[in-house]
């Protein structure tokens, strides 16, 4: 059973995935919801095309997506210079940059399931707060958000799922720096380039599978428990 | 504390454009479906913004388009109860119950909020969640939620119209014990004579977006200005009056009405002293010109006619005036030939039945 030890490197990777899953999708959860609710709700000129770019991700082939955040949010980049002018952040070649990637790829998937969510949602509950004296933004808090919180739970968990798998766009934004922005689907696929690497492969496959497995399960118990309260009525 | 409402508004084909005023008590909008009732009591809600029109409580100017002001419905404090309840499923009826006293002003909330769990009988459910409640518990949740907020105005849109009857008769009682206890006007909207005779001290009838009549119940639901032939059918006299006797070996009240006359009531459970409102049908009301005899009707009331009003349909509505009270009666066209109505004549109104509200 030795070949199934996990090398430190190995461990690195795995960590880092986690990491820069966690962080990607936690980062982008606010805006994903602002972004859903423009598009569950709101009636504005360019709809349509936010909609489009949202979904773009979904589209383009993933090395076209980190080929434009290379050219967007690299150093000489149109937003990554301002960035480093003024906050100092650097996101090329760093877990962050890799976060930005998965979060990106993620976001389409987690902006739909909000939106299905609030779409949903019976708005005859919020008019009835609203007459109670909550203002709309404790409407929100108070019944819309604890309403979609099972759609919430589903697009991070989708979400999560596509960053701890990203692999075209990280590498063509961040490219496959071992500690740094190599992630377990990156490693993976380092050790298939290499003699002998099979077993370090298939080890991290396992990994894969079990995180996959754990994520899937953790969303169905959560959207239960919530499920339980919310869909009764 | 007086509201004044005014409003002009367009819904596609609809078009919208009523005013009226209440003195406090409960004042009915009442007309068919379609007939703008719920457009009018949302733009008092503030859930519909009207093109043109002025919203006003006591002193509290809450729309007045000419000044541009609207007071978005959140900062009114008008209490809504909507024809289906819209408990908030993720709460306990509790936490509904608590969810508008939240927003509610420290100075202005209830300090006996028991007394309203109680008036409605909701106790019992106070653990429960709302997906597991009847209808008619729903509903009284939902009426308790609206008056825990504290609210200045209660609105109800047909609180009872997704029940049936006997959920129905379940609430009633409670609409009554909070028209008595609870001293905040109410705005009550329904297309139910018998609701609306129940319940209002003023009528608002509605139809086709403008407002037909406006009066104490008596006279609004007495018959002629009711539009529809439903509504007319419906149409009857509502009187008030105080129990006198109660014969319990007969399941008899005597119950002795504000104009003097004196009607025996079936199966009803008063207490005398009690102050009641009776109505009766007014196609149930039959006309004599000589005082009728071995007949089963056990209330047979001397009048006068003070009104004849055909509906060209072959029907009349006549007005008879009993002592200080008013009766209606509807009979055919080809009776009141017969019989040779005219006013002033004196007949006697032969009652069948008499419902107490």
């Known amino acids: 059973m030795d070949w199934l030890a996990l090398s430190d490197e190995e461990w690195t990777a795995i960590r880092l995935s986690l990491k820069v899953s966690t962080v990607a999708v936690l980062v982008s959860l606010p805006l994903g919801i602002l972004v859903a609710l423009a598009l569950a709700r709101g009636r504005f000129w360019g709809k349509s095309l936010l909609n489009g770019i949202v979904h773009m991700p979904l589209i383009l082939p993933p090395v076209v997506t980190g080929f434009l955040l290379l050219v967007l949010f690299g150093r000489r980049g149109a937003i990554g210079s301002l960035l480093d002018e003024w906050f100092g952040i650097v996101l090329s070649f760093r877990w962050t940059g890799a976060a930005l990637a998965c979060g990106v790829m993620g976001f389409p998937l987690m902006v739909r399931s909000i939106r299905l969510s609030i779409e949903a949602v019976d708005r005859k509950l919020e008019e009835a707060a609203g007459t109670l004296g909550a203002s709309p933004l404790w409407v929100f808090l108070t019944v819309t958000l604890p309403l979609i919180l099972p759609g919430v739970i589903a697009g991070m968990i989708l979400a999560f799922a596509k960053a701890m798998g990203e692999f075209g766009a990280t590498i063509t934004f961040v490219s496959n720096i071992p500690g740094e922005t190599q992630t377990l689907s990156a490693a993976i696929y380092t050790f298939t380039q290499v003699p002998g690497g099979d077993a370090g492969a298939m080890r991290l496959t396992l990994v894969a599978i079990a995180i996959s497995m754990a994520a899937l399960l953790a969303s169905e118990v959560l959207a239960q428990r919530i499920g339980r309260k919310v869909h009764l009525e | ?357």
């Not at chain 2, 907020?149 to 609430?171: G, H, Q, V, W």
């Not at chain 2, 005219?342 to 009652?351: E, K, N, R, T």
Request: aromatic share 4%.
């Open chain 2, 1 to 357: 504390m007086s509201l004044i409402v005014e409003a002009r508004h367009r819904l596609g084909d609809f078009s919208l454009n009523a005013a009226f005023t209440s003195d406090g008590g409960v004042t009915a909008l009442f007309g068919r479906s379609g007939s703008g009732k719920t457009s009018l009591v949302r733009i008092i809600a503030g859930l519909t913004r009207p093109k043109e029109g002025r919203v006003q409580l006591g002193d509290a100017v809450l729309v007045d388009t000419s000044r541009r002001l609207f007071v978005p419905p959140h900062r009114r404090r008008f209490g809504y109860v909507f024809q289906e309840a819209r408990l908030f499923p993720h709460l306990t009826v509790r936490q509904n119950l608590d969810y508008g006293r939240w927003f509610s002003p420290k100075s202005a909330r209830t300090e006996n909020p028991g007394r309203i769990v109680d008036l409605l009988g909701i106790g019992d459910l106070l653990g429960r969640q709302p997906a597991n409640l009847s209808g008619g518990e729903k509903q009284r949740v939902a009426i308790g939620r609206a008056l825990l907020a504290s609210p200045r105005l209660l609105l109800m849109d047909e609180p009872l119209a997704a029940l049936d009857e006997e959920r129905k008769a379940e609430i009633l009682p409670y609409l009554e014990r909070l028209r008595d206890e609870v001293g905040i006007p109410i705005v009550y909207v329904s297309h139910s004579v018998a609701e609306v005779a129940r319940l209002a001290d003023k009528v608002v009838l509605m139809a086709g977006g403008r407002i037909e009549a406006i009066g104490p119940a008596s006279d609004v639901l007495g018959g002629p200005r009711l539009t529809s032939a439903m509504e007319r059918r419906e149409a009857g006299s509502v009187l008030t009056g105080r129990v006198e006797t109660r014969d319990a070996a007969h399941g008899l009240a005597t119950i002795r009405l504000d104009g003097g006359a004196a009607i025996l009531v079936p199966g009803a459970t008063v207490s005398p002293g009690e102050t009641v409102r009776v109505r009766i049908p007014a196609r149930d009301v039959m006309v004599a010109t000589v005082r009728p005899e071995g007949l089963s009707a056990l209330n047979i009331l001397e009048g006068m006619v003070e009104a004849i009003e055909p509906d060209g349909e072959g029907m009349a509505s006549l007005r008879i005036a009993c002592g200080g009270d008013h009766v209606r009666a509807r009979i055919t066209a080809l009776s009141v030939e017969r019989l040779g109505l005219v006013l002033g004549l004196a007949v006697h109104a032969v009652i069948k039945t008499v419902a107490l509200e």
